[in-house]
């Protein structure tokens, strides 16, 4: 079985300087941020995700959580781990101060969520989705709610969890059904059924938070109807603490594909009289105030693509390195080699190395503009970074999760037969990554949403902005010499000038043909999440040759770097104008057959 061990080196690279926490630091608020406090970060985190969360992962796949009679037990060693990870305080990691969090900026939580996800994904669920729930009521919620909720969840104590899904209301959320009635004393009774809710039920901490769209008697039809609760597992004292059981209750835990150890509930609300819950915000503005938690979520999610990618290069790449198989090609009669030596095993770890340093460099890039929206003194800057970080949300959630389906995979492909072996691990990571494109908004809706409402709405401003800053780069490639340069160079103005046409055709037309425009969204997605990653790339080039001409750091590693970049440049980046054709072409011939002609 693989142990992890976290790439600290790569993301210490990638956050200072391609994501700029010199910068992020500097910003009102995140003063604390010093180098040597991230450094003892990352140190610490990587110890807790390598000899705590990892050798948890394969328990949780082969012994998953039980249901029994509406309890759920956790997988072995589960309770504790998760009692360790809260008095340790690293739920609290990036939450606010006032509710006793550390207040540390996203950037820097981004970097050990990474860990966490790699190390065990199905653990790391639980507290992704507490954040979640947090933002929400943190954004929306009363004072009254803020002061029950926040300080437990932001300790831990509690969890949290998002209750959207429905059996007959899936990505259609207009189609919600669970009912909240007024009780005149500012309280509402919730009936419905809730299903594929991520630790809805389980045994670590004493109170678990629902936050449940429902809606009210008198609803609009439609989203515009849906309204946001706040719906504990057990109501609360006076003084704060649980008291008696709410109506709520876990029917059934889903037997699935991958992360077994997450348990994924389904939730009975209302049974036994209505659960008893508190309106988040303003009436029918609930879908609103849930996508504030699912923004966190998608970037999150992004996070496990990325997260399952390099778990499966580090068993990949340890394999590679033990099994002996054949000769070196061209040696007749020499000597036996591990696979390392044969030309497409290098192929294959190159192709998974270089992609998931790509998407590395641009899920941190975009986690430090998340923190420059929040905390940049200058309104400007700050709306310059939210619409940056906007438009490519939907490409770190779709791109980095389509990535892993393909990367975990060739991981297996890597180990032969014996990644089709269960006990070898291998495909535990195929299989945790499946999920990942499709939760929390399918690539399909990520893609949809990348082309109208952060292209076509704004005219592609913020995408030709991003476009003019990846030209930049290109010109800074140009004037630096050395093959590996020129190469970069070349497959990066190639995929700068594949989004620019295909910006240009999903403007022309979207709002004369959205069905049109919509077969190419997917092929967009992975477009400019194929070329933005190719553009952080030649930066982590660029500054690696600056490193070396310098003679500072460590030489290996920086030549390593530029050489990973001319492979993403050839093998990766290189396929950018045939998705840029299947935009601009594409539509014809998805849309021509009649129903009955599939």
Known sequence: M???????????????????????????????????????????????????????????????????????????????????????????????????????????????????????????????????????????????????????????????????????????????????????????????????????????????????????????????????????????????TPGTRNDVHCVSIEHKLGIHGSPTAVLAFGDNGGAIGTLVGEANRGLEYMFIMMNEARFAVGMEGLALSERAYQQALGYAKDRIQGTDAGVRGGPKVNILHHADVRRMLMVIKSTTEAMRALAYVVGAATDKAHYHADDAERARAQAFVDLLIPVVKGWLTENSVELTSLGVQVHGGMGFIEETGAAQHFRDARITPIYEGTTAIQANDLIGRKIAKEG??????????????????????????????????????????????????????????????????????????GWQMGRAALVSARRLAEGSGDATFYKTKIVTARFYADHVLSQAPGLAYAVVNGAAGALALEEDQF
């Open 460 to 533: 592609g401003q913020t995408v030709k902005a991003v476009v003019a800053e990846m030209r930049q780069v290109e010109a800074q490639l140009a004037e630096q010499a050395g093959d590996e340069f020129a190469a970069i160079r070349k497959s990066l103005s190639a995929g700068i000038t594949a989004v620019e046409e295909a910006v240009a055709y999903i403007l022309a037309t979207f709002g004369q043909d959205i069905k049109a425009a919509s077969v190419g969204s997917v092929p967009f997605l992975k477009l400019l999440g194929i070329v933005t990653g």
């Open 2 to 240: 693989s142990t992890y061990n976290a790439p600290i080196r790569d993301m210490q690279f990638v956050m200072k300087e391609l994501a700029g926490l010199d910068e992020v630091a500097a910003l009102p608020g995140c003063e604390e941020a010093t180098p040597d406090l991230v450094d003892a970060i990352l140190e610490e985190a990587g110890k807790f995700a390598g000899g705590v969360l990892a050798p948890l992962n394969r328990i949780g796949d082969t012994q998953g959580p039980r249901w029994d009679n509406g309890v759920v037990h956790t997988s072995p060693g589960w309770k504790d781990a998760y009692t360790q990870f809260a008095e340790a305080g690293w739920t609290a990691l990036a939450c606010e101060p006032e509710f006793g969090g550390q207040g540390l900026p996203k950037l820097v939580s981004t970097a050990v969520m990474e860990m966490w996800k790699s190390a065990n994904m199905a653990f790391s669920l639980c507290p992704m989705l507490t954040n979640g729930a947090i933002e929400s009521i943190k954004l929306r919620g009363t004072d009254e709610q803020k002061a029950a909720y926040l300080p437990k969840m932001v300790s831990g104590e509690w969890t949290g969890t998002m209750n959207l899904t429905e059996p007959q209301a899936g990505s259609d959320l207009a189609a919600v059904r669970t009912r909240a009635v007024p009780q005149g004393d500012g309280t509402y009774k919730i009936f419905g059924q809730k299903i594929f809710i991520t630790y809805g039920e389980h045994d670590m901490t004493d109170n678990i938070i629902h936050l449940v769209l429902a809606r009210l008697p008198d609803a609009p039809e439609g989203v515009k109807g849906i309204s946001l609760f706040v719906v504990p597992k057990f109501l609360l004292n006076a003084d704060g």
